[in-house]
């Protein structure tokens, strides 16, 4: 297995793609790759349908997938707010790709069993296949995908994230094979001789204290431990420091238990979810979830020391582990609010990658939310970035 990335901030599409492709024939020293993972920043709307020619020109006949991007990742950059093309590729002996495209039309109903859902893609649950999943914001139910996947493949892993860069539905561009969708979503199911690590850090902290839902209708909370939301938020804004109080304007949200049968929960134990608004006259709170009584959640502050913090610490506790054997390639799908928008810098995330696990090839773009799994079951995040680390079942013989 061998994998190669590399990125070019180019204005013009076609040099920006020749010049990622070239240095990733480079890294490949040899033969052409059996996948290639191309994101494209909006800036090069107008190329979206050149795209698919364009990288198999460059790279030759294996199995591309992408789609539109806010920002890219490649080599080593993350490349915003200017025109950006990531460029990852990949030699997978072993490995059989099985690719797909999907409406949300075409998904199983919500009460299916795991058998309609293997009969989806046309691969058995023994298989345990991993998968890559790019959606559309617009007209794809993303959440109802990776609830299916898990349900029929329990021992396999769900990476991806949703398509950014353009802000109206039919914006966005999906890349697979030879064709370009602009709905729907796209993806790769992997099964084989490959593993896949995930690494997903949401960047928040809690405040206050774990509560239950008492009262809620839809995503609409009206107590929490039998009080009104926005008495509950007054009196933790009495507790903060002055600090957290200036967050708290900006960077408040809700953290939502993931697994309700833990004795205590800490940091990474939530589901992030943002405020949507507040009713002054009734209390109650808006947020972008649906919930049920009785759920338990607690209020997150998000700021870039705490999600610093969050990455370094998940960081070196997969360099620790030493995975046998190691991973040759990874992806990254980070929020469109990290980056230099979170950290004031450029790079970050990437150059934390690169400090504890070294020259792991690394590509990705910024995302309009992140999919990955957290203690065995799979989310659709916000404000995170989900690394996939791929590597061989085995050692090589």
Known sequence: ?????????????????????????????GGP???????????HAA???????????????????????????????????????????????????HPFQLDTESLPSPSADASRWSALFGIAGSDAPHFVVLPDPFTFDAESLIR??????????????????????????????????????????????????????????????????????????????????LDVLRDLHERLDERDRLLA????????????????????????????????????????????????????LRDARTSAQDLEELLVAYQRAETVPPPRGSLLFSCLGRGQFLYGEPDHDTAAFRAHLGDIPLGGFFCNGEIGPVHGTTFLHGYTSAFGLFRSKSPPA
């Open 249 to 300: 304007r900006h960077s408040l949200f809700l953290g939502i238990v993931m697994n309700e049968n833990r004795q205590e929960y800490r940091q990474g134990d939530f589901l992030i979810r943002n405020l949507l608004g507040i009713d002054p006259s009734s209390g109650a709170l808006a947020v972008g979830a649906l919930l049920d009584e009785n759920a338990v959640v607690q209020f997150h």
């Open 47 to 97: 190329g979206f349908t050149r795209v698919p020619a364009l990288v198999a020109a460059e790279l030759g006949g294996g199995v591309l997938l992408g789609c539109s991007a806010g920002g890219v990742i490649g080599g080593g950059r993350e490349i915003e707010q200017r025109p950006g093309v990531s460029v990852t590729a990949a030699m997978l002996p072993g490995v059989d790709i």
């Open 148 to 229: 299916g996947i898990d349900l029929a493949y329990p021992d396999s892993r769900t990476i991806g994230g949703i398509a950014s860069g353009g802000r109206h539905p039919g914006e966005n561009a999906l890349f697979l094979g030879t064709r370009v969708h602009r709905s729907g979503a796209v993806g790769l199911a992997l099964t084989g001789n490959i593993a896949v690590d995930t690494i997903v850090a949401q960047g928040c902290r809690p405040i206050g204290e774990p509560m239950f839902v008492t009262s809620c209708e839809r995503n609409i909370v009206r107590g929490l431990d039998g009080r009104a939301p």
């Open 1 to 29: 297995m061998k994998w190669a990335s590399s990125a070019s901030d180019d204005a013009e599409l076609e040099g920006a793609i020749r010049r990622a492709a070239d240095e990733v024939r480079r890294q490949l020293g």
């Open 33 to 43: 790759p059996d996948l290639v993972i191309a994101f494209v920043s909006s800036h």
